[in-house]
């Protein structure tokens, strides 16, 4: 799958959030990862939002499918609570269990290659 993103964006994020788009690519392509289509969003074009966890840290994410290869990021933070547990509950019924916690009590999964 290949990734982009507009720069102005990319950095207006980062300021933000303190989170580089590069830093949610796992949890685009986690096995656990919601998936949801954001109806008020999608006027000119089928934007999602992911939540999915990369290297411990559960990310909420807006996206848009550019075509079959190609997604392009509109903009990253971390997920909040109640989006946490979403993004938990999804586990549990795909998998049979939470991903492990680390010492912060936040979700970890497994790292995923690539």
Same mark, same amino acid.
């Given at each position: 799958?290949?990734?982009?993103?507009?720069?102005?964006?990319?950095?207006?994020?980062?300021?933000?959030?303190?989170?580089?788009?590069?830093?949610?690519?796992?949890?685009?392509?986690?096995?656990?990862?919601? =998936? !949801?289509?954001?109806?008020?969003?999608?006027?000119?074009?089928d +934007?999602? #939002?992911?939540?999915?966890?990369? @290297?411990g840290i559960?990310? =909420? !994410?807006?996206?848009v499918e550019?075509?079959?290869?190609?997604? +392009?990021? #509109?903009?990253?933070?971390?997920? @909040?609570?109640?989006?946490?547990?979403?993004?938990?509950?999804?586990?549990?019924?795909?998998?049979?269990?939470?991903?492990?916690?680390n010492?912060?009590?936040?979700?970890?999964?497994?790292?995923?290659?690539?």
């Amino acid at each position: 799958m290949n990734y982009e993103w507009d720069i102005a964006k990319y950095e207006k994020v980062l300021k933000k959030h303190k989170i580089a788009f590069e830093q949610v690519i796992p949890a685009l392509e986690n096995p656990c990862s919601l =998936f !949801i289509y954001d109806e008020g969003h999608s006027l000119e074009e089928d +934007r999602y #939002i992911v939540i999915g966890d990369s @290297e411990g840290i559960v990310f =909420f !994410i807006n996206i848009v499918e550019i075509d079959e290869k190609t997604i +392009r990021i #509109i903009s990253a933070r971390k997920a @909040e609570t109640n989006e946490k547990e979403a993004y938990y509950e999804n586990c549990s019924l795909l998998f049979g269990n939470r991903p492990e916690t680390n010492k912060k009590g936040l979700g970890q999964s497994k790292s995923h290659k690539r």
